[in-house]
């Protein structure tokens, strides 16, 4: 996983560090409101994303313990993603940020 934040002492910096890329964020929002998703399911929500973008981004979740993978069918292999329970903490976060949008767009209106 990149670094992109160079402050280890500063805990923003560190969780930016993990969820701080494009579409990082609205991965973890599809996630949460559905307990699992494939890989298609995730890429027809992120209108705008890049298959190749949304595989690393995956990687990346995977690589901090926030999602994992799971098989779903053997022939051909496929996968859906789902939340750990580390991934799962982030869950006030997105509540925050959504109560947050909301008040944005109601003063846009």
């Not at 307990?35 to 901090?64: I, K, M, V, W």
Request: include cysteine; charged fraction near 25%; aromatic fraction near 6%.
């Amino acid at each position: 996983m990149a670094r992109l934040y160079s402050d280890p002492l500063c805990p923003v910096a560190c969780a930016l560090d993990v969820i701080g890329e494009k579409w990082t964020l609205l991965i973890l929002r599809d996630l949460t409101r559905n307990p699992s998703r494939r890989f298609q399911d995730l890429l027809d929500s992120l209108h705008g994303c890049a298959p190749n973008t949304l595989s690393a981004r995956l990687s990346s979740l995977e690589e901090a313990g926030l999602i994992e993978r799971r098989q779903y069918e053997q022939h051909p292999p496929r996968m859906e993603y789902v939340l750990t329970d580390k991934g799962r903490e982030v869950r006030p976060v997105l509540k925050a940020l959504k109560a947050w949008g909301q008040t944005l767009q109601a003063q846009k209106a």
